[in-house]
């Protein structure tokens, strides 16, 4: 099948797409890497009366650092968050996640912005960014700056207005003794998560955040304070799984995900631990 007709824009700054999203509304669509919008345009299971290219806004793929941030553009690719030498120094888990986010021409066209604005339950990016302590910039006719924790609402829901667009995602550096590790549980090693685990081990504060079984990212209070006192990652994984119920995906019951996602937890603790104490 081909997309129902729409009108194409092509706006050539952050200024010039806002103004479109402020005509528009919910008629309009952004496009940034297309990956998951043009299938879905291509079915018909989505249509849209303008689309909005935002391909030709170069201010909006970058990378900064400072002292305690990262800052990417959310144009910018996930094959160049993979790659780039800063970032794996600043951030590694971002470049590990990137690798994980589907076969190399997807990630060659995938944003960090389209991937956070999607909010695909099943995609690592957004419980990175809320591992992480991820803030967004969202911008339209005023400037708001929020949490990623507070980002995602739901599978394919944000906080995002039909007027803004996502501008920029900053990361905090964690200070060194600090130890990151991922686990993805799927029927293809590039595919969809059934289920899957960010930790984060910091100086004095530890995150996990499971994806993949639940509509939107879901942190663990009780298995994070289990990782700081020095619980075992099987004792981990077992507070982190209470209370879980995944719906099944695919011919596979809740019951079966909600063991993966333990056996996920439990080797991203022991990962994240053998990396403090090889440093």
């Known amino acids: ?45 989505l249509r849209s009366r303008h689309m909005i290219d935002l391909n030709r806004v170069p201010e909006l793929a970058f990378v900064t650092q400072g002292e305690s941030w990262l800052r990417i553009g959310a144009l910018t690719r996930l094959r160049h968050i993979e790659n780039d030498p800063a970032v ?16 190399v021409q997807v990630r060659n066209r995938a944003t960090v912005g389209g991937a956070l604005a999607y909010a695909d339950p099943a995609a690592e990016y957004p419980a990175v960014a809320v591992a992480l302590g991820a803030r967004v910039e969202l911008r339209g006719d005023r400037v708001r700056h929020m949490p990623a924790a507070e980002f995602f609402l ?19 550096r964690w200070p060194a003794p600090s130890a990151f590790a991922i686990e993805k549980i799927a029927q293809r090693s590039i595919g969809l998560a059934l289920a899957g685990a960010v930790v984060v081990l910091g100086h004095r504060t530890s995150r996990l955040v ?41 011919g596979i019951s809740g019951a079966t995900r909600r063991a993966l996602a333990r056996g996920a937890i439990a080797r991203a603790v022991a990962r994240a631990r053998d990396e403090v104490t090889d440093d």
């Open 1 to 45: 099948m081909k997309p129902a007709q729409f009108a194409y824009h092509a706006p050539a700054s952050a200024g010039e797409a806002i103004a479109l999203l402020g005509e528009y509304g919910d008629q309009a669509r952004l496009l940034a890497g297309g990956q998951a919008l043009m299938p879905l345009m291509a079915s018909r299971k």
């Open 88 to 103: 794996r120094a600043a951030a590694p888990l971002l470049s590990t996640a990137a690798a994980l986010a589907g076969p």
């Open 154 to 172: 739901g599978a394919h829901q944000t906080a995002l207005n039909d007027t803004e667009l996502l501008a920029t995602v900053e990361f905090p």
């Open 210 to 250: 499971l994806f993949g079984v639940a509509p939107a990212p879901v942190r663990s209070a009780q298995a994070e304070a289990a990782l700081d006192r020095g619980a075992t990652p099987g004792e981990v994984a077992e507070e982190a799984v209470a209370g879980l119920d995944p719906p099944q995906v695919r």
